[in-house]
């Protein structure tokens, strides 16, 4: 049942808030509209569902849904957010904090009633996995959120020392990448720092680049860049350029076009054949497409 309940009643606590920053795109149609969702509130007016919309109505009453049993208020919250604004995965992480140390939840009962509204991933164990989250460092914990990143990306970062979560947070904010970005770099830089013994802030002092990520796949591929570099000398004035993989995600390349020139099938020809020797090559071909 829907109330009509004085503004100035309802109370306010953040930390109830599962999403970090209010929804500005709703306050243009809040304000021509009214607000024409209910919000959600506890027995005692507290404000449970419905921050965006509080905070940019400018009625004296709003539309409410009054639940007894704060745990029911809860879970109603939860399955309207993800029917008309779904959750990123760290506010699904955030929800999950809050049922277990706010409504008191047991980690069962997360389980199997609040895991099928979130969605949340299988390859995570959903309790323990979320909680693990808040414990990285905080400018990186910000960045990520901001970037809608997945828990187990977080959860791979969580892993470093709070120096090393600090330099990347840093980082990534500086360089301005976006998270599939943040995700190659980090990848990169975690061979590097095994292969050659350094920690993330010499590597990437090693990069006069501006674009970080070119820089890294040099040290890290080193003879696949050579590969790209002689291949485009040779094929560029066929066909504009040879097309590499360019995001480590696509495990091929490929040309099309007559060569005319004899001097340059012979020097494709010995390119190929360095290829099959040169095993920096070859495991980057295998990091991309497997042993086939």
Sequence with gaps: MIEYIE???????????????????????VRKNGVVSPVVVLKDLTLVDGFSRFNFS???????????????????????????NPYSEFEKARAIKLAFEKFKIEKEEIVKRLNPLLKFSKKISIVEDCLEVFKLEKSL?????VRRSPVSFALRLLKEDREEQKFLADLFKSKRLSLSRMQIVYDLMY??????????????EKCKDTDVVSCLKKLRYPGFVRLKEELNEILTKYRGSLSFPEDLEAGYFYFSGKISSKQDIER??????????DKDVWDFLKSVRGDD
């Design 7 to 29: 503004k100035s009643k309802i109370k306010v606590d953040d930390r109830l808030r599962i999403r970090s920053e209010l929804n500005t795109l709703i306050a243009k149609s």
């Design 58 to 84: 400018l009625d004296d009453k709003m539309p409410a849904i009054v639940k007894e049993n704060e745990r029911d208020a809860f879970f109603l919250s939860i399955e309207l957010n993800m029917l008309s």
């Design 141 to 145: 914990f910000s960045l990520l959120e």
């Design 191 to 204: 061979y590097i720092r095994k292969r050659d013994s350094l920690n993330f802030r010499q590597i990437v």
């Design 268 to 277: 494709i020809e010995k390119t190929l054949q360095n290829l099959k020797a």
